[in-house]
């Protein structure tokens, strides 16, 4: 390792790794994590015919990564201990039967432990929060739920090596091309001197750090709000990364001042067919057809805004903005943003919900949604495909089947109505 006026006395060979493995000088200067010890958990073995496809692999990849801009520098450090990680593709391919309901996943994620420690989190890096509030108009209590959604305020960053998982993942995961990007951004972010490969550590999935970036969201979005030349999110200072994530919230269309949703009220007989991402209303118009705050009275004009109904019509309903899509750049689904939005307002001191979840019954798994589309479209109420996804053509199809049938028009997917189609 080179310092100004004297270099420590090393072999070439062993001063030309290292170098290598800090990263290119000419292109960042940044300096790297003290210390060399592997932080990651130890790679099960794999079978050495596996083992030996996955080398073989990685060696055409190269002249991939060797074109995107990597360095045979920065490649040979990088992969110096890459191997084919086989507990990584079991999680990539273990499919629950069932998912979670979203109270089951709510009762968690807005528990009243990680509500209490948010807060603490709030007075703790108060003076950092506020800051990055300052900058990217972004409310602390949103970025700190985030970061308690996705690593319970950093005690769960993940410990698995990124380069290692990425490039199981490209070479033999469910969607290579995707994993093969995101090993290629891993390798740019190791060449920028941000960290190096024995300390880029997180989920199986890739996904790294306090408020767990993946690689390609990271190259677009972290920051070094601390000023140190790092973009540090793997560290214990979560400052950089609280900060990547407001910056990347910011960047997807937060309006600072508009609730993600507000809770409301239906009235009797509402249209459920207004329901959904894609029809819109101001407030005020919603208010014309019945629909009030929770709390009482008439919800505020934050913008337009459409109603959510995540549990049909036997659950709570939400009046939901713009600030609910910037949410879903970071995780696409309602549950989740939901989750985030939930525990920020409870954070930031506001009350549970005021309607309860109805509670009965397990979701539908992707078989009993693919049976439910291909019913569907039998009797006459096409979903435009059968994937398991319950999107917009299902909602539609679901809302048509039901007032065909005289049943509350929610466009909610339960096992209630696939027995009804069962029968039909």
């Given at each position: 390792?080179?310092?100004?006026?004297?270099?420590?006395?090393?072999?070439?060979?062993?001063?030309?790794?290292?170098?290598?493995?800090?990263?290119?000088?000419?292109?960042?200067?940044?300096?790297?994590?003290?210390?060399?010890?592997?932080?990651?958990?130890?790679?099960?073995?794999?079978?050495?015919?596996?083992?030996?496809?996955?080398?073989?692999?990685?060696?055409?990849?190269?002249?991939?990564?060797?074109?995107?801009?990597?360095?045979?520098?920065?490649?040979?450090?990088?992969?110096?201990?890459?191997?084919?990680?086989?507990?990584?593709?079991?999680?990539?391919?273990?499919?629950?039967?069932?998912?979670?309901?979203?109270?089951?996943?709510?009762?968690?994620?807005?528990?009243?432990?990680?509500?209490?420690?948010?807060?603490?989190?709030?007075?703790?890096?108060?003076?950092?929060?506020?800051?990055?509030?300052?900058?990217?108009?972004?409310?602390?209590?949103?970025?700190?739920?985030?970061?308690?959604?996705?690593?319970?305020?950093?005690?769960?960053?993940?410990?698995?090596?990124?380069?290692?998982?990425?490039?199981?993942?490209?070479?033999?995961?469910?969607?290579?091309?995707?994993?093969?990007?995101?090993?290629?951004?891993?390798?740019?972010?190791?060449?920028?001197?941000?960290?190096?490969?024995?300390?880029?550590?997180?989920?199986?999935?890739?996904?790294?750090?306090?408020?767990?970036?993946?690689?390609?969201?990271?190259?677009?979005?972290?920051v070094d709000f601390t000023g140190d030349g790092k973009r540090d999110i793997w560290s214990d200072d979560p400052t950089d990364a609280l900060a990547s994530t407001a910056a990347y919230l910011a960047r997807s269309g937060w309006s600072k001042?508009?609730?993600?949703?507000?809770?409301?009220?239906?009235p009797s007989g509402f249209n459920y067919g207004l329901t959904g991402k894609g029809t819109k209303k101001s407030p005020s118009d919603w208010a014309k057809l019945g629909v009030r705050a929770a709390t009482g009275g008439t919800v505020p004009?934050?913008?337009?805004?459409?109603?959510?109904?995540?549990?049909?019509?036997?659950?709570?309903?939400?009046?939901?903005?713009?600030?609910?899509?910037?949410?879903?750049?970071?995780?696409?689904?309602?549950?989740?943003?939901?989750?985030?939005?939930?525990?920020?307002?409870?954070?930031?001191?506001?009350?549970?919900?005021?309607?309860?979840?109805?509670?009965?019954?397990?979701?539908?798994?992707?078989?009993?949604?693919?049976?439910?589309?291909?019913?569907?479209?039998?009797?006459?109420?096409?979903?435009?495909?059968?994937?398991?996804?319950?999107?917009?053509?299902?909602?539609?199809?679901?809302?048509?089947?039901?007032?065909?049938?005289?049943?509350?028009?929610?466009?909610?997917?339960?096992?209630?109505?696939?027995?009804?189609?069962?029968?039909?």
């Amino acid at each position: 390792m080179t310092f100004p006026g004297k270099i420590i006395p090393l072999t070439f060979m062993a001063f030309s790794a290292l170098s290598a493995c800090a990263g290119p000088p000419e292109s960042s200067p940044r300096p790297m994590l003290k210390g060399s010890t592997p932080v990651a958990d130890p790679i099960p073995a794999a079978d050495p015919a596996t083992e030996a496809r996955f080398e073989a692999w990685l060696a055409q990849f190269k002249q991939r990564a060797l074109a995107n801009g990597i360095t045979e520098a920065t490649w040979n450090c990088a992969m110096a201990d890459a191997r084919y990680n086989p507990k990584v593709i079991e999680r990539d391919r273990y499919q629950s039967e069932f998912t979670k309901s979203i109270w089951d996943y709510l009762d968690s994620a807005v528990s009243p432990e990680r509500v209490a420690t948010g807060q603490q989190m709030l007075r703790q890096h108060a003076r950092e929060l506020n800051a990055i509030e300052r900058k990217y108009g972004v409310e602390k209590e949103v970025v700190v739920a985030i970061w308690g959604m996705e690593s319970r305020y950093g005690a769960y960053r993940g410990k698995t090596a990124i380069i290692p998982a990425l490039a199981t993942l490209a070479y033999d995961g469910r969607r290579g091309e995707f994993f093969a990007k995101q090993l290629i951004a891993a390798l740019k972010i190791i060449q920028s001197g941000d960290v190096d490969a024995r300390h880029m550590t997180g989920s199986w999935a890739g996904a790294m750090g306090h408020t767990q970036f993946i690689p390609t969201s990271y190259l677009a979005y972290a920051v070094d709000f601390t000023g140190d030349g790092k973009r540090d999110i793997w560290s214990d200072d979560p400052t950089d990364a609280l900060a990547s994530t407001a910056a990347y919230l910011a960047r997807s269309g937060w309006s600072k001042g508009q609730p993600w949703g507000v809770e409301v009220i239906l009235p009797s007989g509402f249209n459920y067919g207004l329901t959904g991402k894609g029809t819109k209303k101001s407030p005020s118009d919603w208010a014309k057809l019945g629909v009030r705050a929770a709390t009482g009275g008439t919800v505020p004009s934050y913008g337009e805004a459409s109603i959510l109904v995540p549990a049909g019509a036997k659950g709570p309903a939400f009046m939901i903005f713009g600030n609910f899509r910037a949410i879903s750049r970071y995780n696409a689904a309602d549950s989740y943003v939901i989750g985030v939005g939930h525990l920020s307002d409870r954070i930031a001191g506001k009350g549970p919900f005021v309607q309860d979840w109805p509670r009965t019954g397990k979701p539908l798994s992707e078989t009993q949604k693919v049976e439910l589309q291909e019913r569907l479209t039998a009797a006459g109420f096409d979903t435009d495909g059968t994937d398991g996804k319950i999107g917009a053509n299902t909602t539609k199809a679901i809302v048509a089947f039901q007032k065909a049938r005289g049943l509350p028009p929610d466009g909610y997917a339960t096992l209630e109505l696939l027995q009804v189609l069962r029968g039909s």
